[in-house]
Structures are given as C-alpha cells and as structure tokens.
C-alpha cells in the first residue's frame, strides 16, 4: 500500500484545512485508514482512525474538531481540521493497518504502512 498525503498548510486559528491521503497498491476498502501527527520535540500521536464501515476514533484533544472520512470509491481518506489551534501545528501523517477491517488498537506501531507527512502550522 502505497499513501500519499496532502493539504497541509498554514492558517491562523479558528481556521480550518482538510488533509487528504490517496492509497494506492492495495486494498484499501479493507484496511483501517488513520492519521498521526508529530510537533517538533515530541513523539508520534494519534489524531483519528476509520474502520471499513465508517466507525470513527478520535483523540481526545482532537474530538469534536476533527472529522475522518473515508472515500472508499476514490480510496481516499480525508481529515477535515475545523476550530484549529496552535498546538495542533505539527506533521501529520496518514497510515494504514493492511492487516486489519476494524479498529483495535491505535498505537503507531500496529499501522504498518505510512504516507509521506505533510505539514500544518496554525499561528495565533
């Protein structure tokens, strides 16, 4: 599976950006679609999974703001970024978990597949 991130950005905050990330190579209605994000100095985070029938996670600094979608037609996964702040300035990634419909378990290390990161600054 092959994932290419876009979208990032800069924007001030209150504003809102929407990431996409096109899987290619695989099947990708059948994997769990996620994205990550990684702010200078610290780790890799969970932001939001997607199972195959649309079931939603999300973390909690993040709920009610963000939304991930999957278009399973365009096998496309999108992350609509809405109330932005600026700690959610970082590089998201998007992942995939190849081996799995469902979501079990969000670590960065069960997604064995990672696009390119993509950047999104939110300035005060």
């Known amino acids: 599976v092959q994932l290419q991130a876009s979208g990032g950005g800069s924007v001030q905050a209150g504003g809102s950006l929407r990431l996409s990330c096109a899987a290619s190579?695989?099947?990708?209605?059948?994997?769990?679609m996620g994205w990550f994000r990684q702010a200078p100095g610290k780790e890799r985070e969970f932001v939001a999974a997607?199972?195959?029938?649309?079931?939603?996670y999300y973390a909690d600094s993040v709920k009610g703001r963000f939304t991930i979608l999957r278009d399973n037609a365009k096998n496309t996964v999108y992350l609509q970024m809405n109330s932005l702040k600026p700690e959610d300035t970082a590089v998201y990634y998007c992942?995939?978990?190849?081996?799995?419909?469902?979501?079990?378990?969000?670590?960065?290390?069960?997604?064995?597949?990672w696009g390119q990161g993509t950047q999104v600054t939110v300035s005060s």
């Open positions: 997607v199972s195959w029938s649309d079931s939603s």
């Open positions: 190579g695989g099947t990708f209605s059948r994997c769990v």
């Open positions: 992942a995939a978990q190849s081996y799995s419909m469902v979501v079990r378990t969000t670590t960065a290390e069960s997604f064995d597949y």
